[in-house]
């Protein structure tokens, strides 16, 4: 497959194709999915694995005429919701066969899972957290069940919320991001149509930054090697 039939076939620009291989600019989300699904191929292994063309044509059996029903068997299709679909969230009718957007991700227990994109950066501290573009994925919760050491997907009536639960107090639920920069929220449990867990997280990008923790440490070790040792005081006979 040609540059340009893989643009043919994603409605993409050559220039914009070739803005994606100089790192000039990021394939949407919806585009990621379309690929995904298309190569029948999870969004993990495309978001973290350097794969020609070539090698994406592996992935579909009609395509290269060699068997990979393991490969299948082992992925789940899983709702993603995100700003393409945010109108869809609607209390009354929350189901899986609302979204037409999906995500093949490796095979997850028969518990009812749906990915979220994260929006902002409410959930990020230094390099640590989830960003823009990331995805988390979410398990069905209830009210009377929660963690205050969990993250939870907090659906409300034209958006949702990824924040962490802290208490319930008269009616009002008390939420939390853990952006320095965030002050605490609080949401009226009428307010909730739909509660997922967070459970698991899927990077857009990767970082190698250090933790709060090792950068302090570096610091101090730093700070013990410029400073020089005391002076002896001469003792007197």
């Given at each position: 497959m040609s540059q340009l039939?893989?643009?043919?076939?994603?409605?993409?620009?050559?220039?914009?194709?070739?803005?994606?291989?100089?790192?000039?600019?990021?394939?949407?989300?919806?585009?990621?999915?379309?690929?995904?699904?298309?190569?029948?191929?999870?969004?993990?292994?495309?978001?973290?694995?350097?794969?020609?063309?070539?090698?994406?044509?592996?992935?579909?059996?009609?395509?290269?005429?060699?068997?990979?029903?393991?490969?299948?068997?082992?992925?789940?299709?899983?709702?993603?919701?995100?700003?393409?679909?945010?109108?869809?969230?609607?209390?009354?009718?929350?189901?899986?066969?609302?979204?037409?957007?999906?995500?093949a991700l490796p095979s997850l227990s028969d518990q009812d899972y749906y990915a979220?994109?994260?929006?902002?950066?409410?959930?990020?501290?230094?390099?640590?957290?989830?960003?823009?573009?990331d995805l988390v994925i979410g398990s069905v919760a209830e009210?009377?069940?929660?963690?205050?050491?969990?993250?939870?997907?907090?659906?409300l009536e034209d958006r949702y919320l990824i924040r962490k639960f802290i208490a319930i107090t008269d009616g009002d639920i008390q939420i939390q991001a853990i952006h320095r920069g965030m002050p605490e929220e609080q949401i009226a449990i009428s307010e909730v149509s739909r509660l997922f867990k967070v459970n698991s997280i899927v990077r857009h990008n990767f970082s190698y930054g250090e933790t709060e923790l090792e950068t302090r440490l570096h610091q101090l070790e730093s700070l013990i090697k410029e400073t020089p040792p005391p002076k002896k005081t001469p003792t007197h006979k």
């Open positions: 039939e893989f643009g043919q076939l994603f409605d993409l620009k050559r220039a914009t194709l070739g803005a994606y291989e100089e790192g000039r600019s990021e394939p949407k989300i919806e585009t990621l999915i379309k690929v995904a699904n298309h190569f029948s191929i999870s969004i993990d292994k495309l978001l973290t694995q350097d794969l020609s063309i070539n090698e994406l044509l592996n992935f579909r059996t009609d395509l290269t005429g060699e068997a990979h029903s393991i490969e299948t068997k082992m992925l789940s299709k899983i709702p993603l919701i995100s700003h393409a679909n945010l109108g869809k969230l609607k209390p009354d009718s929350f189901k899986k066969d609302d979204f037409n957007l999906q995500i979220f994109e994260v929006l902002d950066v409410a959930m990020s501290q230094n390099n640590h957290g989830v960003f823009p573009k009210l009377d069940n929660l963690n205050t050491s969990d993250w939870y997907v907090w659906i």
